[in-house]
């Protein structure tokens, strides 16, 4: 009998190693769980926010008397309270707001995150899209 013939079962029950192999099986996984939780969950904070803006800045646009004063609270709106949404660069925000239809304001608000830190991890995970834009309408003269 062989040297290899006659330690290959006290080879197979050896569980010396067994942990360092485990954690480089599960270590992939593990980084990619991260890494998703991370960049999709500052994305989605990212899309909420830009979602919320746009909704407040129409519902302070009615307030206007004639399209350019609405489009000017809207825009008012966003560049003040852009502040409060930490993961939102306000330099990065654009507002465009029309009247659409028949007595209906919408406000766009237009956000690029490509500078976000989000894009700038490794990636572990696909990459969700650089451009946010969100709208919100609102009818104005009654029901």
Known sequence: MTWLAHQF???IRCRDAASAVEFAILVPVFLVLVFGIIVFGSHLAMVHGVQQLAAEAARRSIAGLNDTERASLAAGYVSTNAGSYPLIAA????VTSATSGANVFVVTVDYDASRSFIYALPTFVPMPPSRIERSAAIPFGGF
């Open 9 to 11: 079962p006290r080879f």
């Open 91 to 94: 330099d990065r925000l654009t």
